[in-house]
């Protein structure tokens, strides 16, 4: 069973037809994984959040699959449990959407809300996209820092303020002052491949957090 989406109003429907390739996409999933979500993936955490977590996109086997941002595969094991440790969330997480989890101050948007193939949106489906990611800032209004997972996620988070990606440029752990006294911190992806590979650890993730707290929490 999927949770509502604290955004449910900004949400785009089940059959978005914005981006051709990615309803392509979704209709071959439907044929295979007739029991998989596979439809935009809603956001998910504390409508009254001062952390808003920006991700890129849903996961194949992940949230394409549960409906929920960053779990059902590996892709949110580092996220979820920095987020615990942090106080960021209660309850215990699993695969199931059904497991009670909850966010605290803290709420997961994707930068695209459909799967990708290959996990790569292309800058069309970004852009086309993005009045999604504004709208739910917008909709948002105690958020006072970010925390952008990736360069593609920094890069649209950017966009959504109006700012020029080339005047912002990303590094992990760089802070970036946005319009309106907001704080965009940045982060590697907490992807599998990151992780194992050693370029995100959990305390290079831990201190991206760390700086989140102490500034805007
Ligand atoms: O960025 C990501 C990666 C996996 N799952 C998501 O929802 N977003």
């Not at 105690?142 to 920094?154: D, E, K, P, S, V």
Request: some cysteine; proline content about 9%.
């Amino acid at each position: 069973m999927l949770m509502e989406s604290p955004l449910a109003a900004t949400e785009p429907s089940r059959d978005c037809p914005r981006c051709p390739r990615l309803v392509a996409f979704r209709r071959e999933c439907r044929a295979e994984f007739p029991d998989w979500w596979n439809a935009p993936v809603p956001a998910f955490g504390d409508p009254g959040a001062w952390l808003g977590i920006i991700g890129l996109a849903p996961g194949k086997h992940g949230a394409n699959r549960t409906g929920r941002p960053f779990t059902g595969d590996y892709a949110g094991d580092l996220l979820y449990a920095t987020l615990g440790k942090f106080g960021l969330s209660s309850g215990t997480y699993a695969a199931d959407p059904g497991d009670g989890l909850r966010l605290k101050g803290a709420i997961i948007l994707n930068a695209v809300k459909c799967l990708p193939p290959e996990n790569k949106p292309t800058p069309q489906e970004m852009n086309t996209c993005r009045p999604f990611l504004e709208t739910q800032i917008s909709a948002l209004p105690r958020l006072r820092a970010f925390i952008t997972l990736g360069l593609i996620a920094h890069q649209s988070t950017l966009r959504s303020f109006g700012l020029k990606p080339s005047h912002h440029k990303f590094a992990h752990g760089a802070r970036h002052a946005l319009p309106g006294g907001q704080v965009l911190f940045n982060s590697y992806h907490c992807s599998r491949y990151n992780t194992n590979t050693g370029r995100l650890t959990a305390p290079m993730f831990e201190d991206v957090f760390r700086m989140a707290m102490e500034t805007a929490a």
